[in-house]
């Protein structure tokens, strides 16, 4: 709909006409996605290739994904050197078409060099875009693998061949169509040209994300706005599918770019999709080794049976690794006649292993904040006026409440003050403003940014000049955060830094799934200190050290930061909605419960941390009702000699100093079976318990008044069918305002948990 009424504007017209599309719905997102984004290839620091060709059999150490006896293996040395030693795009001329050549030299990139991976393919040209032949077959390879990071380029490396080929295909129709009818006019072959592209695929290029999706179909545009009548075509998920499919069926169809589910779902439930996408030349598959790390391997032989075989069909494979699941859809899907092409020299370490790393546990779940406004405020510091972080988090609820806070807190305490700009970018957001969003961080160059997000931006999406990458919480994988990491250290910033924020019960994340990464530790009060003396620094001098800057810092920066807890305190405590805070809890907890083997983290620890979390975040006393499968899974609930029970306190002592505090998440098996809550609430002195409705309820009582108790009601929030239990803190276990009832407690807790036979017979006990 957005797209509709965006295409329907006057002012979008001009943009229309640049992209081609005569109803440009596609014209319009992948503007909105990109439109003011440029590729600086030329101002980065490039590699010197030396090209070298050996048979498969001496690279099959190299390239076992290549090892049918008539592959040829390109391996490329790869050492750092100025961009000027690289072939020129100049070079090119007389193979590529020359309105495709000044979109790359003049108006759309302006380039001069390529970049490496560039300069392997782009030589391979003009044989690697000659169309098939069935009369006369090809004697060189067609098909491509092409191992090469992100980020080097390789778009344009695979979009220039497969553009140059389409113009090529249409061009030798044109010639058949002349040699059918030599008496037709021009207006007769132009007619018999636009009707082949439109039931004819050029390429289609599968991209793991549809925002990755995107960024691709604006490079494509971009490329093609000199080349009349040539159009790209976009099919992904989180935008309607009708307008997508019109397009489809009355437009040309030279590029399509997509994603695998979207474009799943066309061939099997659209009549005629399936027959029109079996007439696609070339294959392209970007980011081959996530499209596998995300499980579309079924959807990628799926889609590849739809298509021409080889050699008809040619493809191209792009991978940053090439693991046994590369060389199996390899081997499913290029010609056996193809080339391998290694971008990535053999003692280059992988990206992030350049890049500083360092991680923080902070000693309470009260830290996390300040010390994440402080990581944020050293980047600006460190980087005045053009600092640009990202902040990942592991839900989009908590992604959502931190954006909010953010706003709240961060014009008092940061030194960019009011002049930094926030952005929140999850799955719960409209698909157009996810690309409007992207768009801004992408083209943000000048100022200071901070992005909070979910891992929607941690694979593939192209952010150039991010200064810092920070991660809140532990990640669900150690690959998740190598690919989160991957996002700083890009564009002419090819230095970069990366922080880790972990709570005390999270560690068990260090030990299990980064014994590899090279990470330094940080203490909470080692970036407080370094953080003041940066500030200090500052104030000392405001005009020299952000001298030349287009954005100025605040003054007195060092007083802000070191009231940070009070600031924090003031501003924060009392303003967040309590629903709000226990949906985030809930959301944080699944996420525990989903991911428990690889964050070790014990279902009893988590309950207990999260809760303090929240209340540190509200400044109060938070009532949380927790879904009883959070509680009972048996993965997320495991016996483990790091988290023994404490004799005298009844919580898992495994984090942090707690002896200001005494509080037990036991579980009470004698309340009535058909109560749907447990509520453990906070005793200040006096206690006093009863029984009503099938609810077990302790409640606070001041001075043994016996005051008004809040009703335990049940909320249909969404969380599913179950019961809840609520934890909640308890500042005195001294029973003295009344006497307890004693339950019924099995020794072992987990005792009887997988045995249906032994649960039915203890709530038969309970019951009775």
Same mark, same amino acid.
């Given at each position: 709909?957005?797209?509709?009424?965006?295409?329907?504007?006057?002012?979008?017209?001009?943009? +229309?006409?640049?992209?081609?599309?005569?109803?440009?719905?596609?014209?319009?997102?992948?503007?909105?996605?990109?439109?003011?984004?440029?590729?600086?290839?030329?101002? /980065?620091?490039?590699?010197?290739?030396?090209?070298?060709?050996?048979?498969?059999?001496?690279?099959?150490?190299?390239?076992?994904?290549?090892?049918?006896?008539?592959?040829?293996?390109?391996?490329?040395?790869?050492?750092?050197?100025?961009?000027?030693?690289?072939?020129?795009?100049?070079?090119?001329?007389?193979?590529?078409?020359?309105?495709?050549?000044?979109?790359?030299?003049?108006?759309?990139?302006?380039?001069?060099?390529?970049?490496?991976?560039?300069?392997?393919?782009?030589?391979?040209?003009?044989?690697?875009?000659?169309?098939?032949?069935?009369?006369?077959?090809?004697?060189?390879? $067609?098909?491509?693998?092409?191992?090469?990071?992100?980020?080097?380029?390789?778009?344009?490396?695979? @979009?220039?061949?497969?553009?140059?080929?389409?113009?090529?295909?249409?061009?030798?129709?044109?010639?058949?169509?002349?040699?059918?009818?030599?008496?037709? %006019?021009?207006?007769?072959?132009?007619?018999?040209?636009?009707?082949?592209?439109?039931?004819?695929?050029?390429?289609?290029?599968?991209?793991?994300?549809?925002?990755?999706?995107?960024?691709?179909?604006?490079?494509?545009?971009?490329?093609?706005?000199?080349?009349?009548?040539?159009?790209?075509?976009?099919?992904?998920?989180?935008?309607?599918?009708?307008?997508?499919?019109?397009?489809?069926?009355?437009?040309?169809?030279?590029?399509?770019?997509?994603?695998?589910?979207?474009?799943?779902?066309?061939?099997?439930?659209?009549?005629?999709?399936?027959?029109?996408?079996?007439? %696609?030349?070339?294959?392209?598959?970007?980011?081959?080794?996530?499209? @596998?790390?995300?499980?579309?391997?079924?959807?990628?032989?799926?889609?590849?049976?739809?298509?021409?075989?080889?050699?008809?069909?040619?493809?191209?494979?792009?991978?940053?690794?090439?693991?046994?699941?590369?060389?199996?859809?390899?081997?499913?899907?290029?010609?056996?006649?193809?080339?391998?092409?290694?971008?990535?020299?053999?003692?280059?370490?992988?990206?992030?292993?350049?890049?500083?790393?360092?991680?923080? /546990?902070?000693?309470?779940?009260?830290?996390?904040?300040?010390?994440?406004?402080?990581?944020?405020?050293?980047?600006?510091?460190?980087?005045?006026?053009?600092?640009?972080?990202?902040?990942?988090?592991?839900?989009?609820?908590?992604?959502?409440?931190?954006?909010?806070?953010?706003?709240?807190?961060?014009?008092?305490? @940061?030194?960019?003050?009011?002049?930094?700009?926030?952005?929140?970018?999850?799955?719960?957001?409209?698909?157009?403003?996810?690309?409007?969003?992207?768009?801004?961080?992408?083209?943000?160059?000048?100022?200071?940014?901070?992005?909070?997000?979910?891992?929607?931006?941690?694979?593939?999406?192209?952010?150039?000049?991010?200064?810092?990458?920070?991660?809140?919480?532990?990640?669900?994988?150690?690959?998740?955060?190598?690919?989160?990491?991957?996002?700083?250290?890009?564009?002419?910033?090819?230095?970069?830094?990366?922080?880790?924020?972990?709570?005390?019960?999270?560690?068990?994340?260090?030990?299990?799934?980064?014994?590899?990464?090279?990470?330094?530790?940080?203490?909470?009060?080692?970036?407080?200190?370094?953080?003041?003396?940066?500030?200090?620094?500052?104030?000392?001098?405001?005009?020299?050290? +952000?001298?030349?800057?287009?954005?100025?810092?605040?003054?007195?920066?060092?007083?802000?930061?070191?009231?940070?807890?009070?600031?924090?305190?003031?501003?924060?405590?009392?303003?967040? *909605?309590?629903?709000?805070?226990?949906? %985030?809890?809930?959301?944080?907890?699944?996420?525990?419960?989903?991911?428990?083997?690889?964050?070790?983290? /014990?279902?009893?620890?988590?309950?207990?941390?999260?809760?303090?979390?929240?209340?540190?975040?509200?400044?109060?006393?938070? *009532?949380?009702?927790?879904?009883?499968?959070?509680? *009972?899974?048996?993965?997320?609930?495991?016996?483990?000699?790091?988290?023994?029970?404490?004799?005298?306190?009844?919580?898992?002592?495994?984090?942090?100093?707690?002896?200001?505090?005494?509080?037990?998440?036991?579980?009470?098996?004698?309340?009535?079976?058909?109560?749907?809550?447990?509520?453990?609430?906070?005793?200040?002195?006096?206690?006093?318990?009863?029984?009503?409705?099938?609810?077990?309820?302790?409640?606070? $009582?001041?001075?043994?008044?016996?005051?008004?108790?809040?009703?335990?009601?049940?909320?249909?929030?969404?969380?599913?069918?179950?019961?809840?239990?609520?934890?909640?803190?308890? *500042?005195?276990?001294?029973?003295?305002?009344?006497?307890?009832?004693?339950?019924?407690?099995?020794?072992?807790?987990?005792?009887?948990?997988?045995?249906?036979?032994?649960?039915?017979?203890?709530?038969?006990?309970?019951?009775?």
């Amino acid at each position: 709909m957005a797209a509709s009424v965006w295409t329907r504007s006057f002012a979008l017209i001009p943009a +229309a006409r640049l992209c081609r599309c005569s109803s440009a719905p596609l014209a319009a997102h992948a503007l909105r996605a990109g439109r003011f984004s440029s590729v600086r290839f030329a101002s /980065a620091v490039a590699l010197k290739e030396n090209r070298e060709y050996t048979t498969a059999n001496d690279a099959s150490s190299q390239a076992s994904a290549s090892s049918q006896s008539q592959s040829r293996t390109a391996t490329h040395d790869a050492d750092e050197d100025t961009v000027e030693e690289q072939p020129t795009f100049a070079s090119l001329e007389g193979k590529l078409n020359p309105n495709l050549l000044r979109a790359i030299t003049k108006e759309s990139f302006r380039l001069t060099h390529m970049t490496p991976v560039q300069a392997a393919v782009l030589p391979l040209l003009p044989e690697l875009a000659e169309p098939y032949d069935p009369e006369n077959p090809p004697t060189g390879p $067609r098909d491509l693998l092409v191992k090469a990071r992100t980020g080097t380029g390789k778009t344009l490396g695979f @979009l220039i061949p497969a553009v140059e080929s389409r113009l090529k295909r249409i061009r030798q129709h044109a010639e058949n169509v002349n040699k059918e009818l030599p008496n037709a %006019t021009r207006t007769a072959i132009a007619r018999a040209v636009e009707q082949f592209a439109r039931k004819n695929v050029g390429a289609l290029i599968i991209s793991p994300t549809r925002e990755l999706a995107t960024q691709i179909a604006n490079e494509a545009i971009k490329l093609t706005r000199n080349l009349d009548r040539f159009e790209v075509r976009l099919a992904v998920g989180g935008l309607p599918k009708r307008p997508q499919l019109r397009e489809w069926h009355v437009s040309r169809r030279d590029i399509l770019v997509a994603t695998p589910g979207r474009l799943r779902d066309f061939i099997e439930n659209e009549p005629g999709f399936k027959e029109d996408l079996s007439t %696609t030349e070339i294959f392209i598959l970007d980011e081959a080794d996530t499209l @596998l790390e995300m499980g579309f391997r079924e959807d990628i032989q799926a889609i590849a049976q739809e298509l021409k075989p080889p050699p008809e069909r040619q493809t191209f494979m792009f991978s940053a690794t090439v693991s046994k699941g590369i060389e199996q859809i390899a081997r499913a899907t290029l010609s056996k006649h193809h080339i391998f092409l290694n971008c990535v020299p053999e003692n280059a370490a992988p990206t992030h292993l350049s890049i500083p790393q360092y991680y923080t /546990a902070v000693p309470s779940p009260k830290d996390q904040l300040p010390h994440l406004l402080r990581l944020i405020a050293e980047d600006q510091l460190a980087n005045p006026g053009h600092s640009k972080v990202l902040v990942f988090f592991p839900t989009t609820r908590m992604t959502q409440m931190y954006y909010s806070i953010a706003k709240m807190i961060g014009p008092q305490v @940061l030194p960019a003050g009011t002049n930094t700009n926030f952005g929140e970018l999850h799955s719960k957001k409209a698909m157009n403003t996810r690309v409007n969003t992207s768009d801004w961080f992408r083209r943000y160059k000048n100022g200071n940014a901070v992005m909070f997000t979910s891992d929607v931006s941690a694979r593939g999406v192209d952010y150039p000049n991010v200064t810092r990458v920070i991660q809140v919480g532990a990640p669900n994988s150690g690959d998740t955060y190598i690919h989160r990491v991957g996002r700083t250290g890009r564009g002419s910033n090819k230095e970069g830094r990366a922080d880790l924020i972990l709570m005390p019960w999270e560690l068990g994340f260090l030990t299990w799934q980064m014994t590899d990464i090279p990470l330094m530790e940080l203490p909470v009060n080692k970036l407080k200190d370094d953080v003041i003396a940066l500030a200090k620094k500052f104030d000392e001098n405001p005009d020299e050290s +952000a001298r030349d800057r287009r954005v100025k810092l605040q003054r007195d920066i060092a007083e802000k930061l070191e009231n940070i807890d009070d600031i924090i305190s003031s501003s924060l405590h009392g303003r967040l *909605d309590d629903e709000e805070i226990r949906e %985030t809890v809930i959301a944080l907890l699944r996420y525990y419960q989903a991911n428990a083997a690889s964050l070790r983290i /014990a279902s009893g620890v988590a309950v207990e941390g999260v809760h303090e979390w929240a209340e540190a975040l509200a400044g109060k006393h938070i *009532d949380l009702r927790i879904p009883h499968d959070i509680l *009972d899974q048996k993965p997320f609930r495991r016996r483990s000699n790091s988290f023994k029970r404490d004799n005298d306190r009844g919580y898992s002592s495994s984090y942090g100093d707690r002896n200001d505090r005494s509080r037990s998440y036991s579980r009470r098996d004698d309340g009535d079976g058909s109560s749907g809550y447990r509520s453990f609430q906070r005793r200040d002195n006096n206690f006093g318990g009863e029984r009503d409705g099938g609810y077990r309820s302790f409640q606070r $009582r001041d001075n043994d008044s016996g005051g008004e108790r809040r009703s335990f009601q049940r909320r249909d929030s969404g969380e599913g069918e179950g019961g809840y239990r609520s934890f909640s803190r308890r *500042d005195d276990s001294d029973s003295a305002g009344g006497e307890r009832t004693p339950s019924v407690r099995r020794s072992n807790r987990w005792e009887g948990r997988g045995s249906n036979k032994t649960r039915s017979a203890r709530f038969s006990n309970d019951r009775n």
